[in-house]
């Protein structure tokens, strides 16, 4: 409501919906149960339910009843014009007008034309958002999002989550599997919850069910195929951590992307000087330089499932505000509705500093 009435614009930056973890992988998901699971729990609820690969319309539906008031708070917005979406890896289906944006449309009660989607927003030459991406070779989408990042996540999601539930692992490990950055910290979770002989055979099956599904390329693909098919007395936990894709250099490549914009040659309006700040996200870890910031996630950020990592969790929420021309504070909004209003919450980054 207070967006509205100061006539300003509210901005996602992307990954709003996790549409890549709604869908299942395209090959080797019943295989994957079949190896890791005892033939009694193949018929799980939890088992049948991750094997069902439900539509764009269907899935944003499925969203759009387990989050009633997300939606009933956008769609003022969105009927106002000031709501604008930028596409993420995991919602990338907005990026053109599809199936998926005119579901997203109607669940906000709004013609499609309405709704605002841009790959990335500017505000005159001050500042520059985009998802960020577009940095990071492992989750670039093309308009298809059929890349490495799409693979773990629907695995991880729609494989090692169920899959994990049925073997009795604790709802709080598996709640923070999505929230583990980089993914292959996941691995000490496991090992910490199944034990050596079960973990083994699970990681195996993992490994088969990712290559299966474009994860390992080229002659990483060969080397993969051999080590669970001929050789697979060899794998460890090690082995599969170092197989995983390493985002340990990600913050850094979203700096250098960022210096990019600010530099002007990514980004750039015809005519227009760079903008004096960048605004990125997709890393799920808060990160700021002088005229650089990244927003992080709205869900928790661990660095892994061990119990260490768990009492660690980063929790905040944070809201980037213009409050003027030339003027950006970013805020954590976990005690807004104690504060009541975002500008008495934590300021976590502001341009100027």
Known sequence: GEAVRRSADFILAGDILDLTGMTPPAEGLSDFFAQVLDPADLARPEVRAALVSRSPTEQIAAVARRFPRFFDSLEPLAQAGRLVLIPGNHDFHFDADTEARAALAAALGVPRDVLRVLRSAQMGG????????DFDESNLTGGQGKNRGAAITSALYRGVMPALQ????????????PAVRPEENIVSGLLAQLGPDTTRQFLLALLRLLDRNGYFEGLVHYEVWFATHVANGLITPDHVRASLADDSKLKQKSREGAQEILAGRLLATPGQSPPRVVVLGHTHELDATENYVNLGTWIDHVRGLLPADLIKAERSLPVLCIEDPGTAVLRDATSLLSRGNLSRCTTLWSYPG
């Open 166 to 177: 049925v073997l009795g692992v604790r709802s709080e490990v598996l709640h923070a599997i």
């Open 126 to 133: 001050f500042l520059i958002a985009a998802h960020g991406n």
